[in-house]
């Protein structure tokens, strides 16, 4: 199926178009911007950035890692430091709540990686450079019998250009 | 794979695509001119200025591991010198990047992006330099990894009760996290540098910026692990100089021995990050005229910031001196007594009146206004500061509860000469860091253009 790219400057056109493209069936398709906006990012995918859960599963990681591995090793060989308990729960506190962030960053970090698939060696053929410019870009598949019809519904909500992406 | 389109749709089949013009935005060319030009004589200069001092730096520390930490100054009882007091200067400087991109971040004040991407590079660098110190102090070098819990034959572990301890670990979580949080904002800038490079450059962007193509869903988990990471970072920027104020408070020396050690070592560091990042950001604006960029409104709002924190640490110099009389303890008595009219009365009066009573200035408009006040009293601050850590280290080892182990320290010329290198240090990784990313964030200044553009273009077609 051939790829139509829409060039846009605003982000509410873009929004639209996406509605109006999934709208009408079109689910293979993707928006390149060049900067967060809310409104296309609602119009893509509604739901919640699953990044949310990395950090979370590596808070709880870390702050039980910081836990155990404070006590284990004061256990493992026990002496007795300033008359306080071997698993003396306050200091470790400290190192519990600074591998918490630890970790938790650390997830986050491949939380990111990982929801926005990177990295990617190959760059989409149908990215071009002015979408780190400017101008946002909506790319969509579509069967050819199709094509006039996008063609007319992206340029009726103001798309400066439409391309076709050679395969 | 594809065939072209059919001929029936026939404007689409008419199309062919164009080569990619650059649509370029104007703050994309106004920051790219800043680290894609060929460095100047200026920044050539400056640079053999500090790779000089680096060296100097550096071929002292080598002297010294070969000679022993015999050749600082320290003398008995007082062995946390010069180092020490440069080590928690540096960690306090590097408190202005997280707070600037944090903090300011979930409070949605948007005036900080003009400035967040310098303050979270100083950061790092500031975090790096003070590291350094921590290796140029414990003398033999070649044992530092001791201080890690790494597993060993004899099941020694490090003992995870001491405040110290808790530094390896606090500094390390910051290092580490900021360097991640510069990184994750530094993305989409990277691929902005990718589209528009070559040669060299274009191998780095392209590496780094991880294919990158600012695609909804990358957006989305960008936005989303920024607000987490600032979630994380907020109470570790607090954490960090907290417990750097432990490694004092939790010993019995007078002087060190205060409850209000932690937040008043946060404030401090705030005010000390704050005033360096004044104090390179003045003159890195006039250099490479970003004014329109980084205007006087930011300035503004750092000063107050200044005024602020300076507030804060003028209230903790005058309850320690408050609580040093109220305990009726001697020893603290003493101890403060001569902090002010002993042998450091010069130290103790910098710190006080840089720290203390200049910023005081900033309750004018006009000085926060204009710029050559602004450099000179952060430059102050940034000394009042390096004074304040002096006076906390030095005059409450020199005077402990016995009289018969009083003693006197004085900076040596090989510490001085690695102090030196240490801003050498900094400055080094800063001028590089200038020519080599974007020193504003541009995805987000974008963000704001565009979406006043949009929306100014969105009621403008409504109304038709």
Known sequence: MPTLVGVFDSPLDVAETVKRLKGRGFAKLEVYSPAPFEEVEQAV????????????????????????????????????????????????????????????????LLGLLAVGRLPTLRLDPAYSARFSGDEFGVAVEVPERDVAEVDGLMRAHHAKEVNLVPA | MTPPPPPSSGSVA???RPTPQLGDSQINRDVMSVFMERPGLGWLLLLG??????????????????KGLGIAGYAHPIFWGAYIVTFVFWVGIAHAGTLISAILYLFRAKWRNAINRSAEAMTIFAVFTAQLFLGIHVGRIWKAYFILPYPNQRALWVNFKSPLLWDTFAISTYTLISIIFFYVGLL??????????????????????????????????????????????????????????WDFAMSIVPGWHATIFAPYFVAGAIFSGFAMVLTVMIPVRRIFGLEHIITNYHFENMCRFLLLTSLIVGYAYGIEYFIAWYSGVEAERTSFWLRAFGPYWISTWTM??????VPQIFWFKWARTHIPTIFVVSTLINIGMWFERYVIIITSLSREYVPAVWGHYMVSIPELLIVIGSFCFFSTLFLV?????????????????IHARSHAHGAHSEAH
């Open chain 2, 49 to 66: 200025l500090c790779l000089a001092g680096l060296g100097a730096g550096a071929v002292t520390w080598i002297y010294q591991i070969y």
């Open chain 1, 45 to 108: 995918d509604p739901k919640p950035s699953r990044v949310r859960l990395f950090t979370l599963i590596g808070g709880l990681l870390g702050v039980a890692t910081g836990y155990a591995m404070t006590i284990w090793m004061s256990l493992d060989w026990p002496i007795v430091i300033g008359g306080k308990p071997f698993a003396a729960i306050p200091p470790y506190t400290v190192i519990a709540f600074e591998l918490t962030i630890l970790f938790g960053g650390i997830f986050t």
């Open chain 2, 433 to 449: 860091f200038l020519k080599l990313f974007p020193v504003i964030p541009i995805s987000e200044v974008k963000e704001l253009e």
């Open chain 2, 14 to 16: 008419a199309m062919i």
């Open chain 2, 352 to 357: 006080i009146i840089c720290n203390g009573v």
């Open chain 2, 188 to 245: 989409p800038d990277l691929a902005i540098a990718r589209d528009r490079s070559t040669g060299w450059r274009k191998v780095l962007y392209g590496a780094l910026s991880l294919g990158w193509q600012g695609t909804a869903r990358q957006w989305k988990s960008h936005t989303r692990t920024t607000l987490h990471l600032s979630g994380l970072a907020t109470p570790l920027v607090l954490s960090v100089h907290s417990v750097v104020s």
